[in-house]
């Protein structure tokens, strides 16, 4: 197995063949993919591209990185492993649902936050 490398800043309308092809003269590649929302079905701005060698990822790297792609400047450098996720939704501070939440209940906000009626 080679070396993976991330590929960010990308522009929004380049194709896996596309990314493939800015790579092709690096090295062998393995595989390019670039990554897509799921729900928009739009590119997301980056991608991976996986070399056959160590040696050809790193002369890829120091070819393309902070070079121009379409209008935008993009990032080539090694891909780290994705850090694993914790079960469960997130944004409670391992607080449970209903908990102690403090502050007043019910009414008005007392001129605290609230939403802007203009």
Sequence with gaps: MGKKLYVGNLPFEVTEDQLR??????GQIETATVIIDKFSGRSKGFGFVEFATDAEAQVAIEK???????????VVNEARPMEERRP???GFGGRG??????GERG???????GFNRW
């Design 21 to 26: 092809e800015l790579f092709t003269p690096h």
């Design 64 to 74: 393309l990185n902070n070079t121009t792609v379409g209008t935008r400047q993009i």
């Design 88 to 90: 469960g939704g997130g």
């Design 97 to 102: 649902r209903g908990g102690e939440r403090g």
């Design 107 to 113: 009414g008005r906000s007392k001129g605290k936050g």
